[in-house]
């Protein structure tokens, strides 16, 4: 089939790259010519494991290529999958232009019937606006639009694996029509009728994914209703932390027994620095705007967005206490990223924390293995290091803010050496307190006592 992509962000890249990858003839735009000149390129704009090899194999196979050109992009495809940002507004509301001003392109372009499909995250009943939107756009040319949701469910460093092995496709569709489209598109998918390019020899097996079949509504109450409730499990996490730091509990073996319990689950209760990224947050405030516009009261997203913004103050507080006096001093911090395996700083729990820590006068050296050229954008007064023994060396605390795997096997007794004070203090929970204590550092995380 013919799909075309209009956003070339991290939805937009993988949906693009992953649909040539189980065999559809794909073009995709951007309205950013410097990402598309790298696309074109053949490099890629973002780091995410597995999309280089998948982007590679597609454009091989003819399946995939990108345009400059809104007009070619939705006049090449029989679905058009709108994969724009919806960033917040300053009173945290979804700003939806970008998907208005793409209502008009595609029906001032459109010469043939297309099937508009809103991928990008967007409060419920935007699927109405946009059909609106084009039935007003499209008046002239009497073009026929059917409009359809496709919520993602991509998590950053795990977009691949989650696109192309998901537990659920949820459609939101208003004729048997565009449910008959969207089910032939995600066929392979569904069937499981590609090679994989994530898992080799072979894909393990799991339960085939559900195609659920919903309103245009429901399908976007599921998105943001699914986000918001994973922040919730979170910040629930960070508060039962809280309380067992000051009762000599153990937040880990807490989470780990509550998560056995299949009504709850294991996902999503890790404590720590609190959540981060540009889906989260955003999507929180979005749903708590959307339910304040609904006439409901729906206090415990505030709450638990209230929880998530004071993790950082909580942090600063402990690294203060440890440290007695932060001004002057030097703080090495790992991690950069909102979360391991992606290069992304967007709302990071690390970037929020380094920049409290500098305006309270401490010099800050930090080190990712991925996200420092966009952390420098953010952050452009801060020491970069080539290594995490860099960031080591003579800091007289030494912060874990993003749980990347290097960070558990680093040869501790050698950063141990290396710092002025062997004062550890993890944001993530990521090392084992005994271990640390028996090689001779001071370490304090958060909900162990
Ligand atoms: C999220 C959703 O999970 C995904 O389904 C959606 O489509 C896009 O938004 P993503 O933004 O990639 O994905 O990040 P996610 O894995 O959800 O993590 C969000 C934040 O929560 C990160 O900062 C992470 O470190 C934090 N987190 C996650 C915790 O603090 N504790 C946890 O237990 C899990």
Redesign the pocket.
């Known amino acids: 089939m013919k799909i075309s992509v209009i956003g070339a962000g991290?939805?937009g890249l993988v949906t693009g790259c992953c649909f040539a990858e189980v065999g559809h003839e794909v073009i995709c735009t951007d309205n950013d010519p410097a990402k598309l000149k790298v696309l074109e390129s053949g490099r890629l704009p973002i780091y995410e494991p597995g999309l280089d090899r998948v982007i590679e194999k597609a454009r091989q196979k003819k399946l995939l290529r990108f345009s400059g050109s809104a007009a070619e992009t939705i006049k090449g495809g029989d679905a058009i999958f709108i994969c724009v940002g919806t960033p917040p507004l300053p009173d945290g509301d979804a700003d939806l232009s970008a998907i208005d001003n793409v209502a008009r392109q595609i029906a001032t372009e459109a010469q043939s019937p297309k099937l508009v499909v809103e991928k990008s995250?967007v409060p419920a009943r935007t699927g109405q606006e946009l059909k609106r939107a084009l039935a007003v756009y499209s008046r002239k040319s009497g073009v026929k639009l059917s409009v359809a949701s496709n919520?993602?469910?991509?998590?950053?460093?795990?977009?691949v694996e989650?696109f192309l092995h998901p537990d659920r496709i949820v459609v939101g569709v208003e004729d048997e029509s565009s449910e008959k489209q969207l089910r032939e598109i995600y066929k392979p998918v569904l069937e499981r009728k590609f090679n994989c390019p994530v898992h080799s020899p072979a894909c393990p097996d799991g339960p085939e994914p559900k195609f659920l079949v919903t309103t245009i509504n429901s399908a976007e109450l599921i998105?943001h209703a699914?986000?918001s409730f994973?922040?919730m499990?979170?910040s629930y996490?960070?508060m039962v932390a809280d309380l067992a730091e000051k009762l000599g509990a153990d937040i880990e073996e807490v989470?780990r027994a509550m998560g056995m319990d299949p009504r709850i689950g294991s996902?999503?209760?890790?404590?720590?620095?609190?959540?981060?990224?540009?889906?989260?947050?955003k999507?929180v405030q979005a749903f708590i705007h959307l339910a304040e516009r609904s006439g409901v009261d729906f206090n415990m997203l505030r709450e638990a967005e209230r929880v998530n913004v004071h993790r950082i103050d909580r942090f600063v507080d402990k690294i203060r206490e440890a440290l007695w006096v932060v001004r002057g001093k030097q703080i090495g911090v790992l991690g950069l990223a909102?979360?391991?395996n992606?290069d992304?700083t967007r709302?990071?729990?690390a970037i929020a924390l380094i920049q409290r820590l500098l305006e309270q006068g401490a010099k800050v050296k930090a080190y990712d293995p991925e996200a420092m050229e966009r952390a420098k954008e953010l952050l452009p007064n801060i020491e970069y290091c080539k290594s995490p023994y860099e960031v080591a060396e003579d800091s007289e605390a030494l912060v874990i803010a993003?749980?990347w795997d290097e960070f558990k096997n680093l040869d501790w007794d050698r950063v141990q050496k290396a710092m002025l004070r062997p004062l550890i203090l993890d944001g993530?929970n990521l090392l084992s307190p005994k271990d640390m204590k028996t090689r001779g550092f001071e370490y304090r995380c958060l909900g162990r006592a």
Not at 151 to 159: K, N, S, Y
């Open positions: 991290y939805v995250t919520p993602e469910f991509l998590r950053e460093g795990t977009a989650d998105k699914s986000n994973l922040a499990k979170i996490a960070n989470m996902s999503f209760l890790k404590a720590g620095l609190g959540f981060g990224g540009f889906c989260l947050p999507d909102f979360k391991a992606t992304d709302f990071a729990p993003t749980e993530r």
